[in-house]
């Protein structure tokens, strides 16, 4: 499988994040990227495709604030990361707003997600990795993994959230559909791909299919029930499973076995799978119980559909042994 990775995105480096009542250290570190370059090996190279693909998923405004945010924060006289405090949670509505802070609460939904002074770096070129893995892809390959960091299925086109800053699975999907694919978004991080459903929740033409745990109990907590199927147009197209605390394997395959047959039913030629090792037993941020070897079967069944499959890297903490589970799943390509 040919692997696709950005050096500069060992740029992103906040220091610290709230969690649990308390500031602790990011959580979302190089060292996650580079447990995962140990285990498999040699990468290509990424290919700048420019900030059009990016446009397609996110709206300027965003943009424009993702790309300034930190400097502006410090010009204000700030110091450390640029973080938001308050949020708009109810008559939200179009304003011009000066100050960076009102500006964090408006593009943010938690105070996990710090900007530091690489953070647009470092985003923009995941999401150039994911397009250049997508371009090997549209090219005829089978399958091709994306090493984006900072991870983006949180993301929405005008939100950051959940250490992720641009939706980097989204933008692949759009582009491959820009290209003339019939695209299925398949989520299997620990946690819900809130910004990519947002996306995508109203249109008909990409499906959305994700396994993860149940938002009554985690992160993050207001997408992914059950009950959202889409709307309007989009109606039919996103296919939420939830699974509850502890689920194994076993516990596992029958939604991915559900999600994996809707895929099939709905045509898709392409399928972009943001892969998450967070469910991983050992993550010390997520409670599903899935083991270094159940990675390649899972990736095997994704692989038995027959269509071409981008691996987009999502979450994943368990350090020591990230690069050992990434490996196990592309293996099973």
């Given at each position: 499988?040919?692997?696709?990775?950005?050096?500069?995105?060992f740029a992103h480096?906040?220091s610290?994040?709230?969690?649990?009542?308390?500031?602790?250290?990011?959580?979302?570190?190089?060292?996650?990227?580079?447990?995962?370059l140990t285990?498999?090996?040699?990468t290509?190279p990424?290919?700048?495709?420019?900030?059009?693909?990016?446009?397609?998923?996110?709206?300027?405004?965003?943009?424009a604030?993702?790309?300034?945010?930190?400097k502006?924060?410090?010009?204000?006289?700030?110091?450390?990361?640029?973080?938001?405090?308050v949020?708009?949670?109810?008559?939200r509505r179009?304003?011009?707003?000066?100050?960076?802070?009102?500006?964090?609460g408006?593009?943010s939904?938690?105070?996990?997600?710090?900007?530091?002074s690489?953070?647009?770096?470092?985003?923009?070129?995941?999401?150039q990795?994911?397009?250049?893995?997508?371009d090997?892809?549209?090219?005829?390959e089978s399958?091709?993994f994306a090493?984006?960091?900072?991870?983006?299925?949180h993301?929405?086109?005008?939100y950051?959230?959940?250490?992720?800053?641009?939706?980097?699975a989204?933008?692949?999907?759009?582009a491959?559909?820009s290209?003339g694919r019939?695209?299925?978004?398949?989520?299997?991080?620990y946690?819900h791909?809130n910004?990519?459903?947002?996306?995508?929740?109203?249109?008909?033409?990409?499906?959305?299919?994700?396994?993860?745990a149940?938002?009554?109990?985690?992160?993050?907590?207001?997408w992914?029930?059950?009950?959202?199927?889409?709307?309007?147009?989009?109606?039919?197209?996103?296919?939420?499973?939830?699974?509850?605390?502890g689920?194994?394997?076993d516990?596992y395959?029958?939604a991915?076995?559900q999600?994996?047959?809707?895929?099939?039913?709905?045509?898709a030629?392409l399928?972009?799978?943001?892969?998450g090792?967070?469910?991983?037993v050992g993550?010390p941020?997520?409670?599903?119980?899935?083991e270094?070897?159940?990675?390649a079967p899972?990736?095997?069944?994704i692989a038995?559909?027959?269509v071409?499959?981008?691996?987009?890297?999502?979450?994943?903490y368990?350090?020591?042994?990230?690069g050992?589970?990434?490996?196990?799943f592309?293996?099973?390509f």
């Amino acid at each position: 499988m040919r692997c696709f990775f950005d050096e500069r995105q060992f740029a992103h480096a906040p220091s610290q994040e709230l969690h649990n009542g308390a500031f602790v250290p990011s959580m979302e570190t190089r060292a996650r990227v580079e447990s995962i370059l140990t285990a498999i090996g040699a990468t290509e190279p990424v290919i700048d495709h420019g900030e059009g693909p990016l446009r397609a998923v996110h709206s300027e405004a965003y943009l424009a604030f993702l790309w300034s945010a930190y400097k502006d924060w410090r010009s204000d006289g700030r110091p450390g990361d640029a973080a938001g405090y308050v949020w708009p949670a109810v008559r939200r509505r179009p304003l011009r707003l000066d100050r960076i802070d009102a500006r964090l609460g408006l593009h943010s939904i938690d105070a996990a997600t710090p900007i530091a002074s690489g953070t647009w770096e470092s985003a923009y070129w995941a999401a150039q990795t994911a397009l250049t893995a997508l371009d090997s892809l549209l090219g005829g390959e089978s399958s091709a993994f994306a090493l984006c960091r900072p991870p983006g299925h949180h993301c929405g086109s005008d939100y950051l959230g959940g250490y992720c800053y641009l939706n980097n699975a989204a933008i692949a999907a759009q582009a491959a559909r820009s290209a003339g694919r019939r695209v299925a978004i398949l989520d299997v991080d620990y946690h819900h791909g809130n910004g990519t459903q947002d996306i995508f929740y109203e249109d008909g033409d990409m499906l959305f299919v994700s396994i993860h745990a149940d938002p009554v109990v985690d992160y993050p907590f207001f997408w992914g029930h059950a009950d959202e199927k889409g709307d309007g147009a989009g109606e039919g197209a996103t296919l939420n499973l939830p699974l509850p605390r502890g689920a194994n394997f076993d516990a596992y395959l029958p939604a991915l076995d559900q999600g994996l047959q809707t895929i099939a039913d709905f045509g898709a030629d392409l399928i972009v799978c943001s892969y998450g090792a967070d469910t991983y037993v050992g993550d010390p941020i997520s409670y599903f119980a899935l083991e270094t070897g159940d990675y390649a079967p899972m990736a095997r069944r994704i692989a038995s559909l027959g269509v071409p499959t981008l691996t987009v890297m999502e979450g994943g903490y368990a350090v020591d042994a990230l690069g050992a589970n990434v490996a196990a799943f592309l293996s099973g390509f």
